[in-house]
């Protein structure tokens, strides 16, 4: 007879994290340096927190949507904007700062076609210069390497 709850059951997960700790650790101060070039560029945290939450919608990780949805929050991000996060183009209520780190987040995230990719990210380096610009591409390219490390991990939200 089979256990019905058996299908229920998720199978053990593999921290890379914790069977690589001198990676992690590298990853970790990578994402250290990430912030200090953003917060030298005078990028706000929130803009921060809103990149890295969309890029975790769009990989649907579930670990990092939970801190980067507490972390925005604690930023002073609005809940209206969180709540509409996924809609932004359409919900009218971001800065423009706001908007360019979002469209970075997707199209590091999404990598469109060569031609749209390139269109995406030129305006972007046009509206916010070489620092900004530089230091929100690496944020996101950061962001997608901690959702694929907790997705491969299977991390869970902590209760």
């Not at 620092?131 to 997608?144: D, K, T």
Request: proline share 4%; hydrophobic share 45%.
């Amino acid at each position: 007879m089979t256990n019905p709850e058996a299908d229920l059951e998720e199978p053990a997960s593999f921290y890379l994290d914790k069977a690589n700790p001198a990676i992690w650790k590298s990853l970790v101060a990578f994402r250290a340096k990430v912030h200090e070039a953003t917060d030298a560029a005078g990028v706000p945290r929130d803009a921060v927190e809103l990149l890295s939450l969309r890029i975790s919608q769009i990989n649907r990780c579930t670990y990092c949507l939970d801190l980067h949805g507490r972390q925005a929050a604690e930023a002073g991000v609005p809940a209206r904007k969180l709540n509409v996060l996924p809609a932004w183009r359409e919900a009218g209520m971001f800065t423009v700062l706001e908007r360019v780190a979002l469209d970075i987040a997707e199209a590091i995230t999404l990598l469109p076609d060569d031609d749209e990719r390139a269109a995406i990210l030129d305006r972007a380096h046009a509206e916010l210069g070489d620092e900004r610009f530089s230091a929100l591409c690496w944020a996101a390219i950061s962001m997608n390497a901690f959702n694929r490390l907790s997705i491969v991990s299977r991390h869970k939200v902590r209760l």
